[in-house]
């Protein structure tokens, strides 16, 4: 094998730098290209990407991952596995392969089939689709798209670094499969998987990789932590050269993004075993992980330290001096690396023309990252003596932090005393039972009440008015009058459906974080600064780089608007304070507690501005509650504590006649329901449906006491589900939660879907529960 390079990334954003990728992919998924096309353009992009980091610095051997995921990370060591779950055995090819149709049919789904379950990628925004292991789960080495692109790479003179999600924490990610036994564990099956790693690895060695990435980020959680000695089982076998063709195998490169691996207590001590096992470069995060002990680095050996000091969850510049002086105490050659893969971040500030000025001189996207990463590495080996041109980015760094720290709007005086002002009293409600009964009287609403989510499919007119607006070929008041008749579309095609509750659609937001940093003071929007969250799906961070207020009220006016369209009550809708930080880069020269506190406030003005306006029903949504919570067990009470709060501060000043909603999507519910409990709000929708209603044991087991309304309509799958299929989830929802609590909704908000399979599934959703108030709750006692 080669030399480790002295400088490297973990992985680098994927979708492309104007979203290339998603143009690609979803032309293929419409018919409107063919499978060639699709591929044709995904090497072109994963040209330019390689091309790009090269043109940065990234010139040694191995240095570039090569990490491009056509959906996901999992999905594809799922694909070079062949580990296809039985339900879609059916999809694979002569030879077990999983073709571009089945990977995709994995990912969304089909007329007959639930795609695979969809969940958080560790505390982020990212979602992974989650593998279904079973006794029976067939493995083999697959990797023939992998080995391909490496190939080709290396034909054109780039040896490259594939990348793949490691054994212990594919298994650890994955769900038992439909009829495993009780006492199965996907991670029992890890002989059978590391035999299928073999293979995989000898066909990277034959396409001709001198290094494979293997990342094992679940060794950084509570649970993973847990299962070290399993990986250290696995590694010395991975690292055993017998079998690999001639005997030799590309080296194996381990990294631990996310947190400290293994037992915090002695950081370093799961890299020394993973060395000790055969491991030939280990990485440690030391942004949010612990720097590794000294004797934990001299164990190493002669295994390659990959130290991930550039951050690659946040678009702040890096303190360069702080970094360098950290390198220097590790007192031990080290490369220098992300804490973890890029893909968390968009791809250039340079793109970026419309920043506030000072802004654009404290961020680094991911190819400022690359260039960080360079510099750190160049100072590691010219050691004491820099060169003039490190010292003169180490000084730039150090001029961008003095003038963030000084710049106006940084902090607020108004606004630090307004937080500091906070009382107990501020973030309290009355009793629940007596806010339960004053909203029947106010709302008068049917047993299990209907409604949804909150957005409506933004259509290509909607998208289209939207930057006819920004451009100025639309005035403020054409604009105006093209949202209201949009609003009034969807409010008469909800009472057409017949839902009970209902919602403005959102048609004037383009995104549900964005729309609210572009109404508060501390905030600012890209451009171009595009993140994947899943698929093709993308979001634009905002950038919350200072104290946060609400000049005006924004939303008032368009929710109002669309109550006086009918008579059923319309939600307001709101984005709660922990989603906000959670789907922005906020931020890092203050606690997040006191960040979330301003926020909260801030949108406790636009609640009772819209109470004032007579809304009895405010939705403030937070999908993102579970997403912050910290992977180890000892930092989630603090967490809990404060983002609980904020969501209170925030909802808390309303009559006891307005009901609140809120809403919470895509995450291991069980693992903080006590802080769902917390919020205290009157009603709490959940995903459910792709995870076949599983939170609903969940919610009963927890003794749940308000209104909940667990999904029955997937809405990041394109099909329909039948009214059959939502009866059926009703009714284990009935058993558990009862009919007094029971609300029925979607999972998700509607605003990716068209309105041919949104109108039809909402439909079928109205039909089910009529049957089940009909049948189910007609045959219970009075």
């Known amino acids: 094998m080669t030399t480790f390079p002295n400088a490297t990334i973990l992985g680098y954003p994927r979708i492309g730098p104007r979203r290339e990728l998603k143009r690609a992919v979803e032309s293929y998924w419409a018919g409107r290209s063919t499978e060639a096309e699709l591929e044709s353009a995904a090497a072109s992009l994963q040209d330019a990407t390689v091309e790009r980091l090269r043109a940065l610095g990234l010139t040694e051997s191995s240095a570039i991952p090569a990490d491009f995921a056509l959906y996901d990370q999992v999905l594809d060591t799922t694909a070079a596995l062949g580990a296809l779950p039985a339900r879609f055995a059916d999809l694979a090819g002569p030879g077990g392969e999983i073709g571009l149709d089945a990977y995709f049919t994995l990912a969304r789904g089909d007329a007959e089939r639930a795609p695979l379950e969809m969940t958080k990628w560790f505390d982020t925004n990212y979602h992974y689709l989650v593998p279904e292991i079973?006794?029976?789960?067939?493995?083999?080495?697959?990797?023939?798209?992998?080995?391909?692109?490496?190939?080709?790479?290396?034909?054109?003179?780039?040896?490259?670094?594939?990348?793949?999600?490691?054994?212990?924490?594919?298994?650890?990610?994955?769900?038992?499969?439909?009829?495993?036994?009780?006492?199965?564990?996907?991670?029992?099956?890890?002989?059978?998987?590391?035999?299928?790693?073999?293979?995989?690895?000898?066909?990277?060695?034959?396409?001709?990789?001198?290094?494979?990435?293997?990342?094992?980020?679940a060794l950084t959680t509570e649970h993973g932590s847990a299962h070290?000695?399993?990986?250290?089982?696995?590694?010395?076998?991975?690292?055993?050269?017998?079998?690999?063709?001639?005997?030799?195998?590309p080296g194996l490169f381990v990294t631990t993004g996310y947190g400290t691996a293994g037992d915090p207590a002695a950081p370093g001590q799961a890299l020394a075993e993973l060395a000790a096992a055969g491991v030939d470069a280990v990485h440690a995060d030391l942004v949010r992980g612990a720097r590794p002990g000294t004797e934990a680095l001299q164990a190493l050996g002669d295994t390659r330290f990959v130290a991930g000091i550039v951050d690659g969850r946040n678009v702040w510049r890096n303190d360069l001096a702080?970094?360098?002086?950290?390198?220097?105490?590790?007192?031990?050659?080290?490369?220098?690396?992300?804490?973890?893969?890029?893909?968390?971040?968009?791809?250039?500030?340079?793109?970026?023309?419309?920043?506030?000025?000072?802004?654009?001189?404290?961020?680094?996207?991911?190819?400022?990252?690359?260039?960080?990463?360079?510099?750190l590495a160049a100072g590691v080996e010219q050691g004491p003596n820099r060169s003039a041109e490190?010292?003169?980015?180490?000084?730039?760094?150090?001029?961008?932090?003095?003038?963030?720290?000084?710049?106006?709007?940084v902090r607020r005086a108004e606004v630090r005393q307004r937080t500091a002002a906070i009382t107990t009293e501020d973030a309290t409600r009355a009793d629940a039972a007596d806010r339960a009964a004053a909203q029947a009287e106010r709302l008068s609403l049917p047993a299990l009440p209907t409604t949804t989510i909150g957005s409506f499919p933004q259509t290509g007119e909607v998208r289209k008015a939207r930057a006819a607006h920004r451009a100025g070929s639309l005035t403020n008041e054409e604009y105006d009058e093209f949202l209201r008749a949009e609003i009034k579309r969807v409010i008469d095609l909800q009472e057409e459906i017949g839902l009970d509750v209902l919602v403005h659609g959102e048609p004037e937001r383009n995104d549900m974080v964005q729309y609210f940093a572009e109404n508060f003071d501390g905030f600012a929007a890209t451009e171009h600064g595009w993140v994947q969250s899943y698929g093709s799906r993308c979001t634009r961070p905002s950038i919350l780089w200072g104290d946060v207020s609400r000049p005006e009220a924004f939303t008032v006016p368009w929710i109002e608007y669309a109550q006086s369209l009918t008579q059923k009550p319309v939600k307001g809708m709101l984005t709660g304070p922990v989603t906000i930080l959670a789907w922005s880069f906020v931020r890092n020269d203050q606690p997040l507690a006191e960040t979330a506190n301003q926020v909260a406030l801030a949108l406790r003005d636009e609640v009772a501005d819209l109470e004032a306006a007579g809304i009895a029903a405010i939705q403030v949504d937070e999908p993102a509650l579970r997403e912050l919570l910290p992977l180890r067990a000892a930092d989630q009470p603090a967490y809990l504590d404060w983002s609980v709060n904020a969501f209170r501060l925030a909802t808390s000043s309303v009559r006891v006649d307005t009901q609140i909603h809120t809403h919470l999507c895509y995450s291991e519910f069980g693992e903080v329901i006590s802080g769902i409990d917390g919020l205290n709000a009157d009603v709490t929708s959940i995903e459910a449906a792709r995870s076949k209603m599983e939170v609903a044991a969940d919610l009963q087991e927890f003794g749940f006491g308000r209104g909940v309304g667990p999904g029955v309509y997937d809405i990041h799958s394109p099909r329909v589900p039948s009214a059959g299929e939502v009866e059926e989830l009703l009714r284990i929802a009935l058993a558990s939660v009862g009919e007094r609590q029971l609300w029925v909704n979607p999972d998700c908000g509607l605003k990716t879907r068209g309105y041919e399979e949104t109108v039809a599934s909402l439909k079928n959703l109205v039909a089910a529960t009529a049957s089940v108030r009909s049948v189910d709750l007609a045959a219970q006692p009075a």
């Open 322 to 375: 702080a970094s360098a002086d950290l390198l220097t105490s590790l007192e031990a050659d080290a490369s220098v690396a992300t804490s973890t893969s890029l893909l968390h971040v968009p791809h250039d500030v340079a793109a970026e023309t419309n920043l506030p000025s000072p802004l654009p001189h404290w961020l680094a996207f991911a190819d400022q990252k690359v260039s960080e990463v360079l510099t």
């Open 390 to 409: 490190v010292a003169a980015q180490i000084q730039e760094s150090e001029d961008a932090k003095a003038e963030r720290a000084a710049a106006e709007g």
């Open 228 to 249: 070290v000695d399993d990986a250290v089982l696995a590694y010395r076998e991975l690292a055993d050269a017998a079998g690999y063709d001639a005997g030799t195998r």
């Open 134 to 217: 079973g006794p029976e789960t067939s493995f083999a080495a697959l990797a023939d798209r992998l080995a391909g692109i490496v190939r080709r790479h290396r034909a054109r003179g780039a040896t490259l670094r594939p990348v793949l999600v490691g054994p212990v924490t594919y298994l650890l990610l994955a769900k038992a499969a439909d009829g495993a036994p009780e006492t199965f564990r996907p991670i029992d099956r890890l002989n059978d998987v590391v035999a299928a790693y073999r293979g995989v690895i000898a066909q990277l060695a034959d396409a001709g990789a001198d290094w494979v990435q293997l990342d094992e980020p």
